[in-house]
């Protein structure tokens, strides 16, 4: 559904929605746009709703096709033209000399009908005839435009004659304009299921994070746009097609719209399905290609890369950051090392996410904390090489989160917390270091480096997954787990990062 669009450098508002694809023909422009003429946000909406039901009606107007009009509707159309010439009349926005000359040749038409008489009468006020039926979307049978026309010629004769009136300064009421009947109101097309209720309503009930809300719901929104409604109930099979296509054309990636717009509105529809809201999931047959590219290289940090980032992570950093940001840098890279945990798990770890079970240091990946993606904690153990490096007597100096300061922060959300930002920084850093080949990610590629890693050192599959929060492979393996000292008893096979001392001096 759109929504006034602040323009970015005035501040007024405008009114923008995408032209839907089987009226791009007919309207003959992608994109139906006007100012709506305030910054005030509340007007603006008011106005938005206004000009969206005009929208409407001309789109429902166009999709109704070439019509015969009946005399009351004819005569209705034609008092449409008499009121806006009236006003602008009234307004003095006419010629008074004009006004004379035209009365004559509209006169003529009027009296003998002749096709000469109505090609002199076109010839003024053709262009303002189509113009009127183009803005209410009326396209009319040739049969019905000849008595349109004599019509529409009687009523700016009226008007004229009225606007001769107010020349003398006699602004009293034109007595004969009730004689125009007014065309039966449209009624509106009832919304069964509104996108902002309805897509609210599954996003709690699924518990979609905050993340998920942010991104699905303006994907969502261009499909209401695509379709010109916002009525998930009416949204069709082609409709979905068409959408797609759209995008395409806009030149969004083929794996962005299978992962993110598709997908939320597979995962809203498939939900309304099951509530009995919708007979079918309109999304349920669309498949989007993705050509995956080429692989050059692995997805973990090679033995240079790892060295490079952990190294840099050693050395001293610039007086200028945080002291958080600082320790972001010295800890979250070797946490990630040695848990291949994701880094927005790190970057959100609180004080009291640290603690010993069993006589082993863990920490807790908690979605108390944080976004977690399985939704689920786990303990990770913490690698003696940590231990020794100070980490435990880092976390002793905290209260709150680890790597950030909530008090020093500026902004932050649900959708965008604080810790994210963390990791974004992180992920900039890395790349400054050199770490700029595009087939490795700066923060996941420890991901994969820890599962290559740990195989490397004799750890078993199913604690690297327990560890790392991955699904079990079957079933069966998804009964029991691992117990704390167990992990930490495989964690001390995992190799550790012995960096050469040439290594810190280069970081340094």
């Known amino acids: 559904m759109s929504r006034p669009w602040p323009h970015p450098k005035t ?9 839907p694809k089987d009226l791009l023909a007919l309207v003959g422009r992608r994109e139906e746009k006007a100012s709506l003429g305030t910054k005030d946000v509340g007007e603006a909406k008011r106005r938005h709703a ?5 929208v409407d009606a001309r789109w429902a107007n166009l999709r109704a096709g070439v019509r015969r009009f009946n005399l009351l509707e004819v005569n209705a159309i034609a008092g449409e033209v008499y009121d806006d010439l009236v006003a602008r009349y009234r307004a003095g926005e006419f010629s008074p000399f004009q006004s004379l000359t035209t009365a004559g040749i509209i006169e003529r038409f009027i009296a003998d009908r002749t096709p000469e008489s109505r090609d002199a009468f076109l010839r003024f006020y053709g262009p303002e005839i189509d113009a009127h039926l183009a803005h209410r979307g009326l396209r009319v049978d040739p049969d019905t435009r000849g008595a349109l026309d004599y019509a529409i010629a009687k009523a700016i004769l009226q008007a004229v004659e009225q606007s001769l009136k107010y020349l003398d300064g006699d602004f009293s009421p034109d007595p004969l304009a009730g004689r125009f009947p007014k065309a039966p109101a449209e009624k509106p097309v009832a919304v069964v299921l509104p ?3 309805w897509f609210a309503k599954y ?25 010109g409604h916002d009525d998930l109930a009416r949204v069709t099979p082609d409709d979905v097609s068409d959408w797609v296509d759209a995008l395409q054309s806009e030149g969004r990636g083929n794996k962005t719209i299978r992962d993110v717009y ?3 509105a597979k995962a809203l529809f498939g939900w309304l399905k099951g509530k009995r809201k919708v007979a079918i999931n309109p999304c349920a047959d669309i498949r989007v290609k993705v050509v995956e590219g080429q692989v050059t290289r692995d997805r973990d940090f090679t033995d240079a890369e790892a060295s490079t980032i952990l190294a840099a992570a050693l050395a001293p950093h610039g007086r200028r950051l945080s002291p958080e940001h600082a320790a972001a840098r010295r800890w979250v890279p070797w946490l990630c090392a040695y848990s291949g945990a994701r880094v927005g798990e790190i970057t959100q770890l609180r004080r009291e996410d640290i603690r010993h079970e069993k006589g082993v240091p863990v920490f807790r990946i908690t979605p108390e904390a944080g976004t977690v993606k399985t939704k689920r904690f786990r303990d990770v153990p913490i690698h003696p090489h940590l231990v020794e490096m100070g980490f435990l007597d880092y976390v002793a100096t905290r209260t709150g989160p680890l790597f950030y300061d909530p008090a020093r922060g500026r902004g932050g959300s649900d959708a965008n917390p604080l810790s994210k930002k963390v990791g974004e920084r992180l992920a900039a850093w890395v790349r400054k270091l ?6 490795v990610d700066p923060n996941h590629g420890w991901r994969h480096s820890f599962k290559t890693r740990g195989r490397t050192g004799g750890m078993r599959d199913s604690v690297l997954d327990a560890i790392q929060g991955h699904a079990p492979q079957t079933e069966g393996r998804k009964y029991g787990g691992f117990t704390v000292d167990a992990m930490a008893r495989e964690m001390e096979l995992f190799p550790r990062y012995d960096l050469r001392p040439q290594a810190y001096e280069a970081a340094a």
């Open 434 to 439: 050199g770490i700029d080949d595009t087939g």
């Open 262 to 264: 598709v997908a939320s």
């Open 195 to 197: 996108l902002d209720v």
């Open 203 to 227: 996003a709690d009930e699924s518990k979609l994070a905050a993340s998920t809300r942010k991104r699905w719901r303006p994907a969502l929104e261009t499909l209401a746009t695509s379709v």
């Open 11 to 19: 501040g007024v508002f405008w009114f923008r929605r995408r032209v």
């Open 50 to 54: 206004v000009h969206a039901a005009k």
